[in-house]
C-alpha cells in the first residue's frame, strides 16, 4: 500500500467519511480517487491540491506520499515502462497499427463525406416551425408552466383517453 493510500484511509477513518462523500468532499472524481485509495493510482497535476487541500497538507507532501515505491508512476499500460509502445506506432501517435492518418473514430458517413447542408438546414427549419406553433399554442403554454406532478396527471388522463 502506498503511504498516499495510507494517508488517504486514515483521512476517511478520523473523519467518518466513506469513499464516495470524501471524493465528493475533495473534488475529485470517485473512480480516481478510490484508485489513489487502493493505491492504484497516484494524482496526476490537474488533482494533486485537490488532494493536498483535502489531506491537509502540502502539494509537496502528497507528491512525496505519491512517488514511493509501490506506486504504479513511471509505468504505461500492462506494467510497461512508459514510453514502450506497441509494435509499428510511433511514439505520440495515438493511433494503432492499421489505422489510417486523418479518420477519426466512429462510423463512417453513410454519404462518403459530405456534408448535405441542404438537408441539415430544412431539418432545423421544420423544427422551428414546430417550436413556433407550440409557443404560439396557449393550451401548450399554460401545461408548460404547471408543476411536473400536474403534467404528469394530464399525460395520464390523455393516455387513458387515447
Known sequence: ?????????????????????????????????????????????????????????????????????????????????????GPGRPPGSGRGPGRPAGRGRGRPRKNGGAINAGAALDQVRAALEQANEILADDLAMRVHQLSAKQRAAIGAILTSLG
Open 1 to 85: 500500500m502506498s503511504k498516499l493510500s495510507q494517508m488517504l484511509n486514515a483521512k476517511l477513518e478520523a473523519d467518518g467519511l466513506n469513499a464516495t462523500s470524501a471524493a465528493e468532499k475533495a473534488g475529485i472524481s470517485f473512480p480516481s480517487f478510490v484508485a489513489a485509495l487502493k493505491g492504484k493510482s497516484v494524482p496526476n497535476s490537474r488533482s494533486i491540491d485537490k488532494y493536498a487541500a483535502f489531506l491537509g497538507v502540502s502539494v509537496d507532501e502528497v507528491r512525496a506520499a505519491s512517488a514511493d515505491a509501490d506506486s504504479p508512476r513511471g509505468k504505461g499500460k500492462g506494467g510497461r515502462p512508459a514510453g514502450k509502445r
